[in-house]
């Protein structure tokens, strides 16, 4: 199959990103355009960018409130991103959890998750995407702790060196809520004011949550008129939503505002259409809001009854609200035992990958992958081969049990060895030959360190294990110098090594051959 440009990995990838970004604005609407993307991704074979759509469409379900969906479609991005190691991938979905886990009112594991997902962003990560997962942070932090201002700060400085303007209004709006609701309201009606400017001079629309934010803080400040006149405005049918709770809870400052100013019967027609809404989409926590609100307004005017039977409601929704909360996050625990499950067993299958069955040393696959990462840095580095001398004797003369014991003996004392002799590590190649790799090592020393362990495998009491045939090493190692010359390799090293192990079997055995000469890096 031909794959044009705007299918190749690259542009799915930003196509995701400019997904991502479009946070807010329309959010609700996207769940069709991330689908499309996600199976695009998929007949790329681009497991990370169909993972990233697919967590768009998990934050679409999340705000419409089918948080099973949405945990399942998290879940699923978890596996590819703890398979395929994309940090970028697994930083997204620490934010969307912390979103699951606010929504369910989980506030410790929204924070945990947010703070993941501030710590695992790459650095080369995009501004806009640091700045949102901070924002998501700001969200989630303890008020008590003077960290949330300077992460507020930060999220501003970010958005606007972004020219991203759809970023900062998101963290103007959280911060004036938070100040109005701690009585900072000064700081709020500067960030409300703020927020207007902002909107007028580069055009942006306010959503129906700035506006709202708004509204509230007018309402703190003793200016029920203006606050009236900006909910008004939220309540526009074409005003922007994020979350399908926006609208109620618009109304519900409607309420507030309209009872501010003494017109009680509109308020109450207000609060009536909150708890259509409400009804209609199946939010709790709204219609417990809503007859908080009538039960509070009835007792105020003397009407005990119809307070008493909001306040059953009330009651009744609440409990309602509490269900939905621990359903929720009995999903997310679910959804994090099934990733913890998955994360030990990916760990638990690579070590098995990398590690000799039989001496629970690493095998040639790990010492291979260890070389060509030292290889990459500068230093010297030697390898050695050490192979057991007559092993097939102890097989035939004493049974390949007694083998096998042998062998695995080798590599206890290979284990320690390598814990006292810092950057050195060791392996078993197959069959009776092992490798020994020196990280940081002067030539000469590594000639001294494989004298050593020659002479300590000799001294060995192998008694038990052999049944009484002598067991002893030969050695053959090359040692980079440093010198110019093509970089060594795996292969060249492994090869300088073996040819180095048969001076030292023609030799007699039981001894040391080595080259300090290898090209150098």
Known sequence: MTTGPATSPASLVDRVRAL????????????GTARDLERAADAAGDAVAAARAALVRADVAGARGDAETAGALVQDAVRVALGSGDAELLARTHFQRSQLHRRAGDVDGARWHALRAVELLPVEAPGW??????LMLSVVLDRAFGSYDAVLEEVLALAAAEGDVALELCAL?????????????????????????????????????????????????????????TITEALRPDCPDVDVDQEPVARLTAFRVLMDLGRPAEALEQ?????????????????????????THRAGVGDWEGAYRAHVRFHAEHVRLQARQDAARALLAQAQFDASTARRDRDRFRTLALTDSLTGLPNRRAVEEHVHRVLAEPGPVALAVVDLDHFKRINDERSHDAGDAV????????????????????????????????????????????EALRAGVEGHDWSA??????????????????????????????????????????????????????PGR
């Not at 004011?193 to 306010?206: I, K, P, Q, Y």
């Not at 320690?416 to 940081?440: D, H, I, N």
């Not at 190692?477 to 970089?487: H, I, L, R, S």
Request: with cysteine; hydrophobic share 45%.
């Open 465 to 518: 294990r052999s049944g009484g045939l002598p067991v002893t090493v030969s050695i053959g190692f090359t040692a980079t110098t440093g010198t110019t010359g093509p970089a060594p390799t795996w292969s060249s090293l492994l090869v300088d090594a073996d040819a180095r192990l048969y001076e030292a079997k023609r030799g007699g055995r039981n001894r040391v051959a080595g080259v300090c000469g290898a």
């Open 271 to 295: 609060l009536r259409a909150a708890r259509a809404a409400g009804v209609e989409r199946r939010l709790p926590g709204v219609l417990a809001a809503v007859e908080e609100a009538e039960a």
């Open 20 to 31: 991502e970004r479009a946070r807010g604005l329309g959010l609700l609407g996207q769940a």
């Open 407 to 450: 062998l695995r003996e080798l590599g206890t004392l290979l284990q320690r060895y390598v814990a006292a002799a810092p950057g050195v590590v060791c392996a078993r190649l197959g069959g009776e030959e092992f490798v020994v790799v020196w990280e940081g090592w002067a030539p000469e020393a590594v000639g001294v360190s494989a």
């Open 129 to 134: 995407l640091r700045a949102e997962h901070l």
């Open 173 to 229: 709006n959280n911060a004036a809520w938070e100040w109005a609701e701690a009585g900072r309201l000064e700081e709020a009606v500067r960030l409300a004011r703020r927020m207007r400017r902002l909107a007028a001079t580069s055009g942006a629309r306010l959503r129906r949550a700035d506006l709202d934010t708004i509204a509230t803080v007018e309402l703190h400040d003793g200016r029920p008129e203006e606050a009236w006149a």
